[in-house]
């Protein structure tokens, strides 16, 4: 059974002349399974990846299941919904890790503290879990250093402890390796993968790394841009038709 499951979600974004579409006709992703998102710059990675992690509210109409068995539920009523923004916020927390792009870390607290911050956030310490992490991505060197005293890959190395220390269902990886050279790319990705199958969770990242994702045989999907008067149309293929 999927752990988060799409229908006909959608966002459209206009100013002045300009107006972009994202359509997502069905997307599914299985518990522990890791999934790979591309498309050129601009064909909106960012803005589906927003839709899927709440943070971005999608059009009605369509449906957003997230979770596994009698926790599954469509949670794109909850964006019109009474009190249902601090419903979303704490699905959110909860059921969802992001890693971004740049890491994302807080400056001010160390390795530790920082992996240790999204179980505080969603309720859910758990000291055992979290030095595991830190041991299984070779940080337990630098737990006690701030992130300005690390390297690109050790921060994004971080980033991955943080996103997956609460045990989220789903991870949201943002072209996480975007910054990295390609042997600590490819490094940071298998860490990534290797470890949010170990916890059962799921992935999607996106990348613009072609070679990176056959690498480590991702399952595909890809955003196909149409431009119709000035209106962009980007629709999100999966399966076979991604590979086209
Ligand atoms: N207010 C707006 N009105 C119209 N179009 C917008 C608006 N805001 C963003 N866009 C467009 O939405 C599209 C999606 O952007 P997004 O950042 O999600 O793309 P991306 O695939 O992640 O790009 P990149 O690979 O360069 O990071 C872009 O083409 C952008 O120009």
Do not use: Y
Request: aromatic share 2%; with cysteine.
């Amino acid at each position: 059974m999927p752990v988060l499951l799409t229908r006909n979600l959608g966002v459209t974004l206009a100013d002045g002349e300009r107006r972009f579409t994202l359509r997502v006709p069905e997307l599914a992703l299985e518990p522990g399974e890791a999934a790979g998102l591309t498309g050129a710059s601009g064909t909106g990675k960012t803005m589906l990846l927003e839709l899927l992690g709440l943070l971005r509210r999608p059009e009605a109409g369509g449906c957003l299941l997230v979770g596994t068995d009698a926790e599954a539920r469509d949670l794109v009523p909850l964006w019109s919904a009474r009190g249902g923004r601090s419903r979303l916020a704490a699905a959110r927390g909860r059921l969802f890790g992001f890693v971004p792009q740049s890491g994302g870390l807080m400056p001010f607290l160390t390795v530790a503290q920082n992996v240790a911050l999204g179980q505080r956030i969603s309720g859910r310490e758990d000291a055992a879990r979290a030095a595991a992490l830190i041991a299984r991505l070779g940080l337990g060197p630098v737990a006690g250093l701030r992130p300005d005293r690390l390297s690109i890959g050790q921060r994004q190395r971080v980033s991955i402890a943080r996103a997956l220390a609460h045990g989220p269902r789903i991870v949201i990886a943002d072209e996480p390796t975007a910054a990295l050279d390609p042997e600590a790319a490819a490094e940071a990705m298998a860490l990534l993968i290797g470890t949010a199958a170990a916890t059962g969770a799921a992935v999607l990242v996106s990348s613009h790394d072609h070679d990176l994702l056959d690498r480590f045989a991702l399952t595909r999907h890809r955003l196909v841009p149409e431009a119709r008067d000035g209106h962009v149309v980007s629709t999100l293929r999966t399966g076979a038709e991604a590979a086209a």
